[in-house]
């Protein structure tokens, strides 16, 4: 069994920067991954680790920074845009495939809710 936790998110301005983070328990030495939720859009994946590996969509390389240390994954979140409202969740242990698909992923937070303002 393994646990998520995530936090960090709030109301911030755009061109802004938050940080995510999501403690983990039980089972934390796989692949972990962020995604987010847009209202009204299905979750999407956004940046993956795994054993110090990262990988990113192409639309946010360079803003976003996934990292971990210890049983924590965060994500760094530079120069926001509305865009990037949502709900962001992360998740572990992935089934291989596609990591940027949820059904790809097997245990996840509940989430934590990030408003961009313009």
């Known amino acids: 069994q393994v646990r998520l936790s995530e936090s960090g998110g709030e109301e911030v301005q755009a061109g802004g920067s938050l940080r995510l983070s999501c403690a983990l328990s039980?089972?934390?030495?796989?692949?972990k991954a962020w995604f987010r939720q847009a209202p009204g859009k299905s979750r999407e994946g956004i940046a993956r680790i795994s054993s110090g590996r990262t990988a990113y969509v192409d639309s946010l390389k360079g803003r976003f920074t996934i990292s971990e240390k210890e049983n924590t994954v965060y994500l760094q979140m530079n120069d926001l845009e509305p865009d990037d409202s949502g709900t962001y969740y992360c998740?572990?242990?992935?089934?291989?495939?596609?990591?940027?698909?949820?059904?790809?992923?097997?245990?996840w937070g509940q989430g934590t809710q990030v408003t961009v303002t313009s």
């Open positions: 998740a572990t242990i992935f089934r291989g495939g596609d990591w940027r698909l949820d059904s790809r992923w097997t245990y």
């Open positions: 039980g089972d934390t030495g796989g692949t």
